[in-house]
């Protein structure tokens, strides 16, 4: 079955930049969406399709995918983004939605 | 705009069945498909299954033998049956709407509109 890979933890510095990552076996054939998700909410969708930000979703937002990862990056890191980020796909091989293990983001 | 309100049971004992329900209002009910994802305490989002509005389902095959999940048109809902719970189940259980759609890339789905979430404990 297809599986994502996630870092537990990614730090940044306040204003800087964020990087959070999300590999798979050839997951640049895929489309990747991100989720937000902050304690006791349910998620939010930040990212659809490898690169593109739902209405409300800020610029600093962004999407790439390529080969063996995708990178969810946040620029201008601000305090509110602190917050667990979850990519996801959908497998056509076992028809099902597959979640990487989540990421959890420290603004510094 | 699209709100989904799902409720159920929240306590069970080991071995019942857990039973949610979700509510859709607003948008359109047919052309998505309608998931339940669930989150263990402190842990990450596992997606159980999804069904369309003409019943078609695709569960995830690890909880395949224990879930239903059906759909009412009618009423715009759609639940969730989990039969044989054991402690393992305790998890939120949120209701999504699954956009599918098909690109060079072949098949996806995203989820841009999530129910509040329920949390479901079992325990004796």
């Known amino acids: 079955s297809y599986e994502l890979t996630q870092p537990l933890s990614v730090s940044v510095a306040l204003g800087q930049t964020a990087r959070i990552t999300c590999g798979g076996n050839n997951i640049g054939s895929k489309n990747v969406h991100w989720y937000q998700q902050k304690p006791g909410q349910a998620p939010v969708l930040v990212i659809y399709?490898?690169?593109n930000r739902p209405s409300g979703i800020p610029e600093r937002f962004s999407g790439s995918n390529s080969g063996n990862t995708a990178t969810l990056t946040i620029s201008r890191a601000q305090a509110g983004d602190e917050a667990d980020y979850y990519c996801?796909?959908?497998?056509?091989?076992?028809?099902?939605?597959?979640f990487g293990g989540g990421t959890k983001l420290t603004v510094l | 705009q699209v709100q989904l309100q799902q409720w159920g049971a929240g306590l069970l004992k080991p071995s019942e069945t857990l039973s949610l329900t979700c509510a859709v209002y607003g948008g359109s009910f047919s052309g998505y498909y309608w998931s339940w994802i669930r989150q263990p305490p402190g842990k990450g989002l596992e997606w159980i299954g999804e069904?369309?509005?003409?019943?078609?389902?695709n569960y995830n095959p690890s909880l395949k033998s224990r879930v239903t999940i059906s759909v009412d048109t009618s009423k715009n809902q759609f639940s969730l049956k989990l039969s044989s719970v054991t402690a393992a189940d305790t998890a939120v259980y949120y209701c999504?709407?699954?956009?599918?759609?098909?690109?060079?890339?072949?098949?996806?789905?995203?989820?841009?509109?999530w129910g509040q979430g329920t949390l479901v404990t079992v325990s004796s």
């Open positions: 999504a709407r699954g956009h599918r759609y098909y690109d060079s890339s072949g098949y996806s789905e995203y989820f841009q509109h």
């Open positions: 399709r490898d690169s």
């Open positions: 069904i369309n509005h003409s019943g078609s389902t």
């Open positions: 996801q796909v959908w497998d056509s091989s076992t028809a099902r939605v597959v």
